[in-house]
DNA sequence: CTGTTAGCGCCTTCAC
DNA sequence: GTGAAGGCGCTAACAG
């Protein structure tokens, strides 16, 4: 049972010691029941005996599929992208497959590199939060029968299924419950207004103010891009001046590190001085004293689902065509903790 | 100029329309500069106009390597790994290779299953922070030719080269410069004794301890897994007593979020009413008001020397050479930030 | 149920 | 400098 050269143990070697052919072999070892039982059991047992293992690439030369899935996010900072990648990967791993984590940096040239190194490693599938600027590059994968699904962002172009965050819902709800508490003046900190989230979380918050008959301020909103700073300015922005806001709401959780500084420095106590709003739950926030309370956008779920489409549409099945331009939208949830109370006052 | 089929191009195709034979094309692309000047670019311009790419399964299985390495973590919350893996992801990519994200929650079981499948790929390299019970497993992959480096723990058994925190230096320097503040008591909160960071944490504190001349008191130390309710039940343990530390040591991350928790709700003013000092950097820790002071283990540069060394192996060129059971060690920075002051009382 | 034959797409001797 | 031929390890017809 001597092998005839060191390296990785091949299936033509275990048909050797078998003394079967290798397609005989490769019957038995990938079980689809078309050898005879017997057969079967004695070469699993010699394969493992010997160690040996299939080679995924050159089996995936031959049945084009590399079990590998590509997730392309922004980076690893933002909650939503590492619940992604974490949910992703486990799922993707029960199913048999690999991930292969491509971070962008939200730059379209860095996007359109990786979209072509994914192709060239023939990935069987994508699931991508696209900067939106490399549409046609998705669509011919998707055309390429490579299955594409958009997370958080949209990409008209793409011609993918897509899964987002119910944001104009989330937002209208976070502010809805401030309305409640009885807050007439809420500020709002938002991301850039060039983002579908940035633009969907101002119109939900437009839109409960509307409801309950208040005017729309320019003056109580600041948006900026998704970094601490913009938290920070943001409170010079709205607290620094004599008529402030009662509550305010922060739209996403890279912006809420700098609120949270902001407030301090400027000894506002919370939820007494303010009631405080955050987006975006992260593990950090619960732990807070007073723990902060959050619109949580649901990014495990989004990550679920989108890990579901992917492999429905892998698997080939029922569910497995693609639904060209389909949107879901995973329910975003209101964590009620310490930082918002009643606003008692004229 | 019309392509045989449909499906992704081929090098025949790009061949086929610059009549040439295959390998020609081959070795025009490959541009090792085998072929005329002249063959050279109108093969790489007939490629480009017909959108060829070409097949990373095939040209692996010919020449023995994936392009794929793999990155294998416990999780993505802890922030050293977020930062692993951004940083080796980024420097993999730069490199031309692609990072399979493999995460294992810390079982040997889900390790051994992640070290087989990513062998099955045919990846071209490793880089693991092992649960130290696969060790056989990865001298194997090592045997056979495929580089692995471990980081944040080691695996003797691994006789792998290992790139680690230098954790006993940082931790003496973050209790030294508690001692050097005037504190006497200082209280630890410090991870499981099963695990090196916590035992050479525990160790770093207790030499410079020793070093001031001051005896170790096991009532001032409490251990348990990295967690932030550690951090909480620590405080319980630590704080509520009559004579009670003066400054706090918290030896990881993930405990420092129950800490400050914990303190606040005692309502116990940092720095005044108690130093706080924290192991590990995170973007939440500088935002903190009082930012919190911290002793960087240094994780972007365990990642760095992570990428150098297996890149250096997986290039063949000088320092290609398996240096085994190596232990790089990266120095831990202490970061001074708000959350210490000096204690000046008998 | 099993063996034989043909490739998957690419690289790489070996000739010319 | 270029072409022809063979094979990486595996699977999928096609025969028997």
New binding site residues.
Partial sequence: MLRRMN??V???DVALAAK?????A??A??GAG???R??EQRLQRIAAELGYR??TL??G???RSSKLVGLVVHNLTNASFRVLAEVVGERLRAAGYQMLLCVTSDEPERERETIATLTDQRVDGLIICPTGRNGAQLAMLERGNTPVVCVVRQDPAAEAETVLAADPEGAYAGTRYLLELGHRRIGLIVGRQETTSGRERLSGYRRALEEAGLPFLAELVHAGPYVPETGLAGCAALLDRPHRPTALFVANHESTLGVLRGVAERGIAVPDGLSLLCYEDMPGLAWQRPAISVVDSGAVAMAELAADRLLQRLGGGAGAALRRGQEYRVGARLIRRQSCSPHTEA
Same sequence: chains 1, 2.
Avoid: E, F, H, Q
């Avoid at 079967?20 to 005989?24: M, P």
């Fill in positions: 390296g990785p091949t299936l033509r079967v052919s290798v397609s005989t490769s019957r070892l990938t078309l050898t005879s017997g057969t299939p080679n050159a089996r030369l031959k049945t």
